[in-house]
């Protein structure tokens, strides 16, 4: 099984910056695309980012271009979720998913493990 734990989240204010790690452990498929979800209180889990094993392929959810950049450490089986100028709406639990593909996903069901999530809250 593969097991993937996230770290990072907090409190920031409006405008601050945070950086995600999903740290991959266990029986992995070496070339799988991952990816982040959040889910904010009240609301269904959503599509966040993805990256491709090569790290070379990425996309983003319309609500967070250009403020996230997503990234990968395939040497250290980690990867990160950069955000900056986070935005109150940004407030969710952020979790990472791989899957056992190489190509990049943006729906739920197309993700095999995840993560137990990590907490952000944007003050405004």
């Known amino acids: 099984q593969v097991q993937l734990v996230e770290s990072g989240g907090g409190l920031v204010q409006s405008g601050d910056s945070l950086k995600l790690t999903c740290v991959v452990s266990?029986?992995?498929?070496?070339?799988?695309?991952m990816g982040w979800f959040r889910q904010a209180p009240g609301k269904e889990r959503e599509f966040v980012a993805t990256?491709?094993?090569?790290?070379?392929?990425?996309r983003y959810a319309d609500s967070v271009k250009g403020r996230l950049t997503i990234s990968r450490d395939n040497a250290r089986n980690v990867m990160f979720l950069e955000m900056n100028s986070l935005k109150p709406e940004d407030t969710a639990v952020y979790y990472c998913?791989?899957?056992?593909?190489?190509?990049?996903?943006?729906?739920?069901?197309?993700?095999?493990?995840w993560g137990q999530g990590t907490q952000v809250t944007v003050s405004s």
């Open positions: 998913a791989r899957r056992r593909t190489p190509l990049i996903a943006a729906q739920e069901h197309d993700y095999d493990f």
């Open positions: 266990g029986r992995t498929y070496n070339r799988d695309a």
């Open positions: 990256i491709a094993w090569s790290g070379d392929n990425t």
